[in-house]
């Protein structure tokens, strides 16, 4: 039986798509177009063979044909990805050149294919964040009202204007989780909630966005420096500007973070309940509305506080392990 030749990792370094041989010297993208050295992917041979019996027995699967072909799933190994450390690789063994050399495998990422969509995503956030905040600060500053904690107040165009923003956002970035990340139920519960509150704010009750739009301002204040440290992060192991950049801004952001939405947010929350719970509301926002507004936003609230203390006790350990 022939020796097969090991691809190493075989897909594209932007995007994550499989390359495809385009020649005994290169390798290409077919969706990004870049190129790869093919002697990098193809000389190095491994001291065994991958036949359907071995896929059963070592990974415990069914064969191909025992499956229709929407319910078969590629075979999967316990090897590190080299670029995000996922510990499964998809395989496939196939003939790429002439049939008498031994076929080549070909591993790729499953975990590294979604991130040039999740990449997309932080694309998408940043034109909204930090134009919401600017919005929204305008809003609120050019609005003139009777008292300062007006939470009931009706709602100006002004501030209709920055609800209709963010909600043609969050329903865009939720249709895109929903076709190309429909595993990602955190965020997708997310974008709806937040739609939620929203949309009755802005078309149920009419009243209370004064309130809703200064926790967006809080919530969309480290939205520029977080997508830049997340995008960076999907590239820290093969670029080494963004191992840099990553490490550099993690202190900073996390601190940020913590004050925004550990310390700021629950401040603003409190005083938003303690304004509905008063009954200075009583028959501006009905109390299924300014109920189910706290519910929602507390819980994203404690979502983002959870999330950055395990950032921050990665982080501690990581600096740890150096020392």
């Given amino acids: 039986m022939e020796k097969s030749r090991e691809s190493g990792f075989l897909f594209c370094n932007w995007c994550g798509t499989m390359l495809v041989l385009k020649s005994t010297k290169y390798a290409e993208c ?26 059963r027995r070592e990974l415990g699967i069914s064969l191909f044909g025992e499956k229709t072909q929407e319910e078969a799933e590629l075979p999967k190994i316990k090897k590190a990805c080299e670029k995000c450390q996922h510990p499964e690789l ?42 919401a905040v600017i919005m929204a600060s305008h809003a609120l500053l050019t609005t003139q009202r009777a008292s300062v904690h007006s939470f009931a107040s009706p ?7 920055v609800l209709d923003f963010s909600m043609a956002y969050f329903t865009v970035d939720l249709l895109h989780y929903l076709i190309f990340l429909p595993n990602d139920f955190i965020f997708i519960l997310h974008h709806i909630a937040t739609l939620y509150v929203f949309a009755t704010c802005r078309f149920a009750v009419g009243n209370g966005a004064h309130a809703l739009l200064l926790l967006l ?18 590239r820290k192991n093969d670029v080494v500007l963004a191992r840099k950049v990553r490490e550099l801004l993690s202190p900073p952001f996390y601190l940020f973070y913590t004050v925004v939405r550990g310390l700021a947010g629950p401040v603003a929350l409190y005083d938003m309940a303690a304004f509905y719970g008063s009954g200075a509301a009583e028959g501006a926002v009905p109390p299924w509305a300014w109920l189910s507004w706290l ?23 990581e600096k740890n392990k150096y020392k």
């Fill in 30 to 55: 077919p969706l990004c177009k870049t190129t790869r050295n093919a002697k990098e992917i193809i000389n190095k041979e491994i001291a065994y063979t991958v036949t359907a019996e071995d896929i």
């Fill in 90 to 131: 998809v395989y496939t063994t196939r003939q790429t050149r002439s049939a008498d050399e031994g076929q080549t495998t070909y591993y790729t990422c499953p975990n590294c294919a979604h991130r040039f969509t999740e990449g997309a995503s932080c694309l998408m956030s940043l034109f909204h964040g930090t134009p």
């Fill in 155 to 161: 709602n100006t165009a002004a501030e209709s204007t």
């Fill in 217 to 234: 301002i809080l919530a969309e204040a480290t939205s520029a420096c977080q997508n830049v440290w997340t995008i960076a992060g999907y």
């Fill in 295 to 317: 519910v929602v936003i507390g819980s994203a609230i404690l979502v983002s506080v959870l999330w950055v203390l395990r950032n921050w006790v990665d982080w501690f350990r």
